[in-house]
């Protein structure tokens, strides 16, 4: 089955710099790959997703980029403010059906 | 739109005892697919329905167990309940049938302790 590595596992930045968290898959048959945002206590959110026909995605202060050739894709955070701070997962889908498969996640600090 | 509702929020039950959580979708959404989700293991996909039928299975043993409605509303259940199926469980809904994937959306989830 499928299975999605995620790193680094903590991240602690400072105010305005960005961050950077990087997933790699094994199924080349997934072709969907969202980014989950969750704060403590609280449902995990969607925040970005790209689909495989894309190269890279971008809203706002965040950005995915996917490499389908490699199998591994990338969270970017810009101008990072403190409210940026939660854990966030990367995942990773098939087609027909709705099963994913989440990265361990990656804790973020953005320190004021 | 309302979004995806679980109940209970919360709930504590005995080692050896079953429990049954319910979710209701977003309208209009008829595929609901269960997570567990722990410190230890993170999130780990239960199974999939997609109207009324199983669509996915996980890995976890036949004591987890599930179903869904007519009206896409779903419940899980687990039998036998065991400390370590504390968690949070979390119900997520989707538009899709097959062909390209929707955007997953998840309820806020029911915080099972088991003692």
Known sequence: GENVEQHPSTLSVQEGDSAVIKCTYSDSASNYFPWYKQELGKRPQLIIDIRSNVGEKKD?????TLNKTAKHFSLHITETQPEDSAVYFCAAIKAAGN???FGGGTRVLVKP | KAGV???PRYL???RGQQVTLSCSPISGHRSVS???QTP???LQFLFEYFSETQRNKGNFPGRFSGRQFSNSRSE??????ELGDSALYLCASSSTGPGPQNTIYFGEGSWLTVV
């Open chain 2, 76 to 81: 899980m259940n687990v039998s036998t309940l």
């Open chain 1, 99 to 101: 099963k994913l498969t």
């Open chain 2, 40 to 42: 230890g293991q993170g």
């Open chain 2, 5 to 7: 509702t679980q109940t």
């Open chain 2, 34 to 36: 269960w997570y567990q």
């Open chain 1, 60 to 64: 706002q202060r965040i950005a995915v």
């Open chain 2, 12 to 14: 504590i039950k005995t």
